[in-house]
């Protein structure tokens, strides 16, 4: 936030607040979210199962806002911080960050189930999230068909 940034550099000024962008932390965590897969794919084998990995929506990859969904980008926005700065959220509005993921030639070798529910709510009216990530029902309804829906077709 920008309360603690402002503290941080008040209380401490010989350590600088380095913030790295979104786009270097997407790099950094994609190659760790690769990884991750790995470990899930092992456990999964172990159990004789199979993995799904779901790409979880955001709010910034939806065009029709709601006002309840303006305040809550207006609260990060303004007051929490809690994904970088102005930069950062218009990054996001306009970039699927899983395509990273994606396009990892380590992840095209996993062979993994996934589904992209990130432009999910793209084109919604609705009020579905009340906060970056997390779904009012409605939304939260809509994944669960569109999970149900993706297991029916490619695993069950």
Do not use: W
């Not at 004789?48 to 910034?60: A, G, K």
């Amino acid at each position: 936030s920008y309360l603690a940034r402002y503290l941080s550099e008040k209380l401490y000024p010989e350590k600088s607040y380095n913030v790295r962008s979104i786009r270097k932390n997407i790099d950094i965590f994609s190659n760790l979210f690769v990884e991750n897969i790995s470990r899930m794919r092992i456990l999964a084998n172990s159990y004789n199962s199979s993995f799904l990995q779901v790409f979880q929506p955001n709010i910034f990859r939806k065009r029709f806002l709601t006002p309840g969904e303006i305040k809550v980008i207006d609260l990060y926005k303004n007051f929490r911080q809690a994904i970088g700065n102005f930069d950062d959220i218009r990054f996001l509005e306009k970039n699927d960050f899983y395509s990273y993921v994606l396009r990892k030639e380590k992840f095209n070798k996993k062979n993994t189930h996934t589904l992209n529910l990130n432009d999910i709510f793209l084109n919604d009216k609705d009020n579905c999230f009340f906060s970056l990530v997390h779904c009012r029902d409605e939304g939260y309804e809509k994944i669960a068909k569109n999970i149900f829906d993706y297991l029916n077709k490619y695993i069950l």
